[in-house]
């Protein structure tokens, strides 16, 4: 079932235990390696590692060595009992074999920083086959950051997530988005406990509710040391997430193949607020998603749809900011564009006809104080006697 643990078997000294993703905890982000990765949960995770002996952690830790993420134990396709294990084995596929790392001088070389699983599954049938890509790199300092990834795939068509409504929108249902033709839920920062920004859970955008979310970003060491454009790509990403929105599903019911039923989204960033300052490093310290909807259709039955949407960002000249947290807010506000029909008008006027002569001699003036105001039209000439 989706969000349960998935299964893995070392065939070696035949023992269960489950794929791990690790996260980082407290405020500095210290990897946790016992966080299980769930079925179907498609998501990134980082974290720090950190070294008190840079060359035994580079000849002993497995967790800088890309073998230690797909050797010597296989994928189970669902959960099994020991029994079933023979069956239910899928190898993990490198996409490329990074060496071991090595020490050389005060630098260990190949060491893993992201490790990307990409898993094909079948419905009920499970997963399917399972390969997995390293980016390695050279640590010589006594910390590293690691970034972990599982992206889910149905062999036999798109997986989507649950519809929103069928068609309009269901006010509280999740917003969709659109990424790499897949149909996924917007969502924005969420804080931790101490109130630095969560690098794994974030909050889910429902249709139709304004809401706004404010967290502290930690600028790392190594982010400082890396170019302008690094540092907007990682405060980018924590502000849209890792998978980030493309367009927006019009309808709660919107299908990923069908591109009239998809919105664009007008983005507007920090490169358009530069100005003429070329030595600035302007930096998004703020989001605004603002959706325009409206009720269409049948007055009896209206359905609600997006019209448009917007990603505003405010930035700030990295040169004014002299702490190592960066606050970081998100709002996002819906807007209602229907336009109402006119009420429909009341029943015509009673009309009276009348002869001319009715006026003259004024013998019926005591019948016409007694009657309701009407309208009155003549349909003789009228000839003064």
């Avoid at 049948?298 to 606050?327: E, H, I």
Wanted: glycine residues 6%; contains cysteine.
């Amino acid at each position: 079932m989706a969000g349960d643990p998935i299964q893995t078997y070392f065939a070696a000294s035949s023992v269960l235990s489950t794929l791990r993703q690790p996260v980082g905890m407290d405020a500095n982000g210290v990897c946790i390696d016992g966080n299980p990765a769930g079925f179907l949960v498609s998501k990134s995770t980082s974290c720090i590692r950190t070294f008190t002996n840079l060359s035994s952690s580079c000849a002993t830790d497995p967790a800088l060595d890309a073998a230690s993420y797909y050797r010597d134990f296989t994928i189970l396709k669902v959960p099994v009992n020991t029994t079933d294990v023979k069956l239910m084995q899928v190898s993990i596929a490198p996409v490329t074999q990074p060496g071991a790392p090595q020490m050389d001088g005060n630098t260990c070389h190949s060491v893993v920083h992201e490790v990307i699983y990409e898993i094909e599954f079948n419905g009920t049938h499970g997963i399917q086959s399972v390969s997995v890509q390293f980016k390695v790199t050279n640590v010589s300092g006594s910390s590293l950051q690691q970034r972990f990834t599982l992206h889910f795939w149905s062999g036999t068509s798109l997986y989507t997530l649950p519809r929103s409504g069928n068609p309009g929108y269901i006010i509280g249902a999740p917003l969709l988005s659109l990424n790499s033709g897949a149909r996924q839920h917007v969502t924005i920062l969420q804080s931790q406990g101490n109130g630095i920004c969560s690098q794994t859970l974030r909050y889910k955008v429902q249709f139709g509710m304004n809401v706004r979310t404010s967290c502290h970003f930690s600028i790392l060491q190594t982010m400082m040391d890396g170019s302008c454009s690094y540092l907007q790509e990682k405060l980018y990403q924590a502000l849209e997430g890792v998978s980030s929105p493309q367009a927006l599903a019009i309808t709660g019911s919107a299908q990923p193949t069908q591109t009239d039923q998809w919105t664009s989204i007008l983005m507007w960033n920090c490169s358009m607020q530069a100005g003429n300052c070329a030595s600035c490093c302007m930096i998004p310290v703020s989001l605004k998603i603002q959706v325009l909807w409206a009720k269409v259709g049948l007055q009896s039955n209206p359905q609600t749809q997006v019209l448009g949407a917007r990603y505003w960002y405010q930035c700030q000249s990295l040169k004014s900011l002299s702490m190592t947290m960066v606050p970081l807010t998100t709002v996002v506000a819906f807007t209602d564009m229907t336009e109402w029909p006119e009420s429909p008008r009341s029943q015509p006027s009673t009309y009276w006809k009348v002869p001319f002569d009715f006026f003259f001699p004024f013998k019926h003036s005591q019948f016409l104080k007694s009657m309701k105001p009407v309208t009155l039209i003549l349909v003789e000439p009228f000839i003064p006697r």
